[in-house]
């Protein structure tokens, strides 16, 4: 579905998310941009170029959509000349690295797609060194009450009209939808990082609960 979407998916995600994403992006990179960092689900290299502005040295971008990292390469041309950044083909639950080779791992707007939430936690913890950093941004579970009654009709009506407005395709912008009150909480994922290993763990709420940030260290 990202193949299909790939060409305008920065543009329907800045609108549809009022600008909310790159905020996120930046909050993630600025726990895990420094070092070697693998940006799991990296699409169309958002995170990456936010970590690598933060501070890290080099970033691993895996992803399983080759369109989305075709827009990823546009927007890191110069990076990857200069040898700092990566494209690697793959899966977050059974990803192609030795255990230990990353310093930090950040992740936006990924773990609601994977169907198996403990596989990618634990390919994460795998791949970290220890002391290692990770960051996952997304949009969880939405909240309850009132801000949560207003978000779901956002999420109905306006996530698909913005989605075939701007990307032809409001199917997918529906599923995406789907994707997010379908979710797990981010405290139930902060609760998987601890039973995974992960310590220090917070589950940062941003716009009025509707997004999180979970940061965790590996002990
Ligand atoms: C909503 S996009 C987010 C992209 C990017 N991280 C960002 O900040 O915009 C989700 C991305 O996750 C990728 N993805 C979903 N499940 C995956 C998996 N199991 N392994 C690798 N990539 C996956 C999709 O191909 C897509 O590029």
Redesign the pocket.
């Known amino acids: ?3 299909r979407i ?1 060409r305008r ?2 543009l329907v ?1 800045y609108v549809q998310s009022l600008g909310m ?1 790159g905020l996120m ?1 930046r909050d993630a990179a600025a726990f895990v941009g420094r070092g070697a960092v693998l ?9 990456a170029a936010a970590c690598l502005a933060a501070g890290a040295s080099r970033v691993v971008c ?4 080759p369109e ?1 990292f075709a827009v990823a390469r546009a927007k890191l041309a110069s990076y990857e000349r200069a040898g700092r950044v990566r494209f690697v083909l ?4 059974r990803l192609p690295f030795r255990d230990g080779a990353f310093d930090n791992v950040g ?4 773990f609601r ?3 198996s939430t403990d596989a ?1 936690v634990g390919e994460v913890r795998r791949v970290l060194k220890a002391g290692g950093r990770v960051a996952v ?1 997304d949009v969880f579970a939405p909240p309850k009450g009132l801000t949560g009654a207003l978000y779901k009709i956002y999420l109905n009506v306006m996530v698909p009209l913005w989605g075939r407005l701007i990307a032809r395709d409001g199917l997918a912008y529906r599923y ?1 939808s789907a994707s997010i009150q379908n979710c797990f909480s981010a405290e139930e994922l902060a609760g998987r990082l601890a039973a995974a290993g992960f310590a220090d763990i917070r589950a940062q709420a941003k716009f009025f609960g509707v997004a999180h940030v979970v940061k965790g260290r590996l002990r």
Do not use: E, K, Q
């Open positions: 579905m990202y193949g790939a998916y920065d995600n994403v992006r940006d799991a689900g990296a699409g169309s290299g958002g995170l895996l992803d399983r959509s989305m793959g899966d977050v639950t992740s936006a707007f990924v797609n994977i169907p990618a941004a995406l």
